[in-house]
């Protein structure tokens, strides 16, 4: 039997703000296009053209340049949050792996900005 210490306790709402999510047969059909978005986060789009958004556990420096990944789901072939990405002979973590409700938000041009 548990102890208590008479303090009342709230029971905490666990209502992940994220869920995880997964790519099923990521190793050969499952993805359909991905970007980059600066040198810790990209986004995969899955057959079915639903977007997921990958967050790296260290950053990548050749993320923005890159014009191809390689994704290591393991013997499962899931693309996860227990995924790696390869980028230039480098192999990154996952860090996380949800679901978002759209496309990527697109860059700007930089030449648009320039106002002379």
């Known amino acids: 039997m548990a102890q208590t210490d008479g303090a009342k306790t709230e029971p ?45 556990f260290s950053p990548a420096p050749d993320l923005s340049f890159a014009t191809a990944v390689g994704i290591d789901t393991g013997p499962m072939g899931t693309l996860d949050r227990f995924s790696k990405i390869r980028i230039r002979g480098e192999s990154y973590a996952l860090q996380s792996f949800v679901k978002v409700d759209g496309p990527p938000p697109k860059k700007t041009d930089k030449k648009e900005k320039k106002s002379d």
Do not use: C, H, M
């Open 12 to 56: 905490v709402a666990s209502v992940p703000a994220e869920q995880e999510a997964k790519i099923p047969f990521a190793n050969t059909t499952g993805v359909r296009d991905w970007r980059a978005d600066g040198d810790s986060t990209i986004y995969f789009q899955d057959n079915r053209r639903q977007w997921y958004k990958a967050t790296l």
